[in-house]
T-cell receptor
Framework: GDSVTQMEGPVTLSEEACLTI???????????LFWYVQYPGEGLQLLLK?????DKGSNKGFEATYRKETTSFHLEKGSVQVSDSAVYFC?????????????FGKGTHLIIQP | EAGVVQSPRYKIIEKKQPVAFWCNPI?????LYWYLQNLGQGPELLIR????????DSQLPKDRFSAERLKGVDSTLKIQPAELGDSAVYLC??????????FGPGTRLTVT
């Protein structure tokens, strides 16, 4: 079946450091890919998405590029802030309609120290 | 616009007791999802509704779990009887025809 693998956490960085959280997937077709973020005490929020190969999703300074050849969707940010501390989930939907359930990775806890 | 509402936010029960979670989706969203999130894991789909019809319940443990969405709006997820391993966060999400899923804050269940 479809699956998502992302790097284990916690990831601890200093403020203004560069961030990369790795995500790879296995799917039998061409899924849409997502990054969700879960801030402490809050629900999951969509951070960014990409629906086809070579698409780049971006939001709040975060970026991720859909790499079909490496089946990857790594999350990057050039300069992190303390407010970016959260748990980040990579996810996919394998459906043309987009109404199916998401398949999530295990999540990566990001801690940004001032 | 109000988001997805879930209640209760927290629930502590003893094993073998029943428990129910409630979800009210965003107005106009026909698709409703229930996910299970174990500690340190990503959410896993339990059941998906299109209006009042359950169109994907293959991951729902039907011996003890049940769900309903009688009028195609709010939904209830029930566990009877609860087991220690059911301790987790139960997430509800909804989507419109665009497919983007909006998540509620979840219900954290602790079974003692």
């Amino acid at each position: 079946g479809d699956s998502v693998t992302q790097m284990e956490g916690p990831v601890t960085l200093s403020e203004e450091a560069c961030l990369t959280i790795n995500c790879t997937y296995t799917a039998t077709g061409y899924p849409s890919l997502f990054w969700y973020v879960q801030y402490p005490g809050e629900g999951l929020q969509l951070l960014l998405k990409a629906t086809k190969a070579d698409d780049k999703g971006s939001n709040k300074g975060f970026e991720a590029t859909y790499r079909k050849e490496t089946t990857s969707f790594h999350l990057e940010k050039g300069s992190v802030q303390v407010s970016d501390s959260a748990v980040y989930f990579c996810a996919l939907i394998y459906s043309g309609g987009g109404a199916d359930g998401l398949t999530f990775g295990k999540g990566t806890h990001l801690i940004i120290q001032p | 616009e109000a988001g997805v509402v879930q209640s209760p936010r927290y629930k502590i029960i003893e094993k073998k007791q029943p428990v129910a979670f409630w979800c009210n989706p965003i107005s106009g969203h026909n698709t409703l999802y229930w996910y299970l999130q174990n500690l340190g894991q990503g959410p896993e789909l339990l059941i998906r509704y299109e209006n009042e019809e359950a169109v994907d319940d293959s991951q729902l443990p039907k011996d003890r779990f049940s769900a309903e969405r009688l009028k195609g709006v709010d939904s209830t997820l029930k566990i009877q009887p609860a087991e220690l391993g059911d301790s987790a966060v139960y997430l509800c999400a909804s989507s419109s025809t665009s497919g983007r899923q909006y998540f509620g804050p979840g219900t954290r269940l602790t079974v003692t």
